[in-house]
Protein backbone atom coordinates (compact mmCIF):
# COMPACT_ATOMS: atom_id res chain seq x y z
CA UNK A 1 0.00 0.00 0.00
CA UNK A 2 2.91 2.28 1.01
CA UNK A 3 4.96 1.68 -2.04
CA UNK A 4 1.43 2.28 -4.43
CA UNK A 5 0.95 5.84 -2.52
CA UNK A 6 5.10 6.82 -3.27
CA UNK A 7 4.58 5.48 -6.79
CA UNK A 8 1.43 7.78 -7.33
CA UNK A 9 3.21 10.59 -5.78
CA UNK A 10 5.96 10.40 -7.54
CA UNK A 11 4.11 10.35 -10.99
CA UNK A 12 2.52 13.58 -9.54
CA UNK A 13 5.76 14.97 -8.62
CA UNK A 14 6.81 14.31 -12.02
CA UNK A 15 3.83 16.14 -13.73
CA UNK A 16 4.02 18.99 -11.94
CA UNK A 17 7.94 18.99 -12.67
CA UNK A 18 7.22 18.82 -16.83
CA UNK A 19 4.29 21.64 -16.35
CA UNK A 20 6.76 24.18 -14.64
CA UNK A 21 9.94 22.62 -17.18
CA UNK A 22 8.04 24.42 -19.79
CA UNK A 23 6.62 27.58 -18.50
CA UNK A 24 2.65 28.07 -17.37
CA UNK A 25 2.57 31.06 -20.00
CA UNK A 26 3.97 29.12 -22.68
CA UNK A 27 1.13 26.34 -21.73
CA UNK A 28 -1.62 28.74 -21.08
CA UNK A 29 -0.86 31.56 -24.03
CA UNK A 30 1.05 29.60 -26.70
CA UNK A 31 -0.20 32.59 -28.85
CA UNK A 32 1.35 35.33 -27.11
CA UNK A 33 4.89 33.82 -28.18
CA UNK A 34 7.52 35.97 -29.95
CA UNK A 35 6.01 39.36 -27.67
CA UNK A 36 9.31 41.51 -26.84
CA UNK A 37 7.70 43.67 -24.14
CA UNK A 38 4.90 45.23 -22.24
CA UNK A 39 3.01 44.46 -18.94
CA UNK A 40 4.01 41.27 -16.88
CA UNK A 41 0.60 39.10 -16.55
CA UNK A 42 0.09 38.35 -13.20
CA UNK A 43 -1.64 35.53 -13.42
CA UNK A 44 1.35 33.73 -15.13
CA UNK A 45 4.00 35.34 -12.79
CA UNK A 46 2.66 33.80 -9.79
CA UNK A 47 2.24 30.56 -11.36
CA UNK A 48 5.67 30.58 -12.07
CA UNK A 49 6.18 31.94 -8.71
CA UNK A 50 4.69 29.24 -7.13
CA UNK A 51 6.84 27.18 -8.92
CA UNK A 52 9.05 29.14 -7.52
CA UNK A 53 8.21 28.43 -3.65
CA UNK A 54 8.02 24.59 -4.56
CA UNK A 55 10.93 23.48 -6.28
CA UNK A 56 13.62 26.19 -6.91
CA UNK A 57 14.93 25.21 -10.24
CA UNK A 58 11.69 24.55 -12.11
CA UNK A 59 10.58 27.65 -10.88
CA UNK A 60 13.22 29.86 -12.34
CA UNK A 61 13.57 27.80 -15.73
CA UNK A 62 10.01 28.41 -15.70
CA UNK A 63 10.76 31.90 -15.53
CA UNK A 64 13.21 32.08 -17.76
CA UNK A 65 11.09 30.11 -20.94
CA UNK A 66 8.06 32.42 -20.10
CA UNK A 67 10.76 35.62 -20.39
CA UNK A 68 12.57 33.83 -23.61
CA UNK A 69 9.15 32.92 -25.45
CA UNK A 70 7.83 36.37 -24.63
CA UNK A 71 4.46 34.51 -22.61
CA UNK A 72 4.47 36.58 -19.83
CA UNK A 73 3.63 39.94 -21.27
CA UNK A 74 0.04 40.75 -21.23
CA UNK A 75 -0.86 41.06 -25.58
CA UNK A 76 -1.17 44.61 -27.03
CA UNK A 77 0.55 45.86 -23.88
CA UNK A 78 4.27 46.44 -25.76
CA UNK A 79 4.21 50.49 -26.42
CA UNK A 80 7.90 51.06 -26.09
CA UNK A 81 9.19 53.33 -28.64
CA UNK A 82 6.55 52.62 -31.23
CA UNK A 83 3.39 53.53 -29.15
CA UNK A 84 0.46 55.52 -30.43
CA UNK A 85 2.10 58.19 -28.00
CA UNK A 86 5.58 58.47 -29.38
CA UNK A 87 4.61 58.42 -33.19
CA UNK A 88 6.46 61.11 -35.04
CA UNK A 89 4.77 63.42 -37.27
CA UNK A 90 5.73 64.78 -40.47
CA UNK A 91 3.81 67.49 -42.28
CA UNK A 92 3.87 67.98 -46.00
CA UNK A 93 1.84 69.83 -48.29
CA UNK A 94 -0.16 66.58 -50.33
CA UNK A 95 -1.02 69.09 -53.43
CA UNK A 96 2.35 69.33 -54.60
CA UNK A 97 3.35 65.80 -53.32
CA UNK A 98 3.70 62.58 -55.56
CA UNK A 99 4.15 59.47 -54.74
CA UNK A 100 8.28 59.91 -54.96
CA UNK A 101 8.24 62.83 -53.37
CA UNK A 102 6.45 61.11 -50.47
CA UNK A 103 8.93 57.28 -50.66
CA UNK A 104 11.38 60.43 -50.27
CA UNK A 105 9.84 61.75 -47.25
CA UNK A 106 9.74 58.54 -45.65
CA UNK A 107 12.84 57.44 -46.09
CA UNK A 108 14.94 60.37 -45.00
CA UNK A 109 12.77 60.45 -41.57
CA UNK A 110 13.22 56.55 -41.13
CA UNK A 111 15.72 55.33 -43.03
CA UNK A 112 13.83 52.77 -44.53
CA UNK A 113 12.68 52.08 -48.24
CA UNK A 114 9.18 52.03 -48.84
CA UNK A 115 7.62 50.95 -52.36
CA UNK A 116 3.66 51.21 -53.16
CA UNK A 117 3.35 47.58 -54.39
CA UNK A 118 4.44 45.89 -51.48
CA UNK A 119 1.94 42.97 -50.67
CA UNK A 120 2.03 44.21 -46.99
CA UNK A 121 0.99 47.75 -47.49
CA UNK A 122 -1.70 49.72 -46.58
CA UNK A 123 -2.33 53.09 -46.88
CA UNK A 124 -5.14 54.23 -44.69
CA UNK A 125 -6.47 58.25 -45.39
CA UNK A 126 -7.15 59.76 -41.81
CA UNK A 127 -8.47 63.19 -41.01
CA UNK A 128 -6.00 64.14 -38.48
CA UNK A 129 -3.43 63.29 -35.49
CA UNK A 130 -6.03 61.69 -33.03
CA UNK A 131 -7.18 59.50 -36.05
CA UNK A 132 -3.92 58.58 -36.22
CA UNK A 133 -3.37 57.62 -33.36
CA UNK A 134 -6.12 55.75 -32.88
CA UNK A 135 -5.35 53.80 -35.91
CA UNK A 136 -2.01 52.79 -34.94
CA UNK A 137 -3.41 51.97 -31.60
CA UNK A 138 -5.56 49.32 -32.88
CA UNK A 139 -2.91 47.82 -35.67
CA UNK A 140 0.14 48.44 -32.73
CA UNK A 141 0.46 44.81 -32.36
CA UNK A 142 1.10 43.47 -35.59
CA UNK A 143 3.82 46.37 -36.20
CA UNK A 144 7.44 45.73 -35.79
CA UNK A 145 9.50 48.95 -37.25
CA UNK A 146 9.78 52.77 -36.62
CA UNK A 147 6.41 54.39 -37.50
CA UNK A 148 6.08 58.34 -38.79
CA UNK A 149 2.73 59.55 -39.61
CA UNK A 150 2.48 61.67 -43.02
CA UNK A 151 -0.57 64.68 -42.42
CA UNK A 152 -0.83 67.70 -44.04
Not at 41 to 53: K, M, R, T
Amino acid sequence: MFKKLMNAFNMLLCVVLIFQLTGCGTLMYPERKGQKSGKIDSGVAILDGIGLLFFLVPGIIAFAVDFNNGTIYLPGTALGPNGPDNIREVKFDPKHSSPAVIERIIKEETGHTVTWDQPDMQITKLKSADDMRAHFAQTLPEMIDNRTALIR
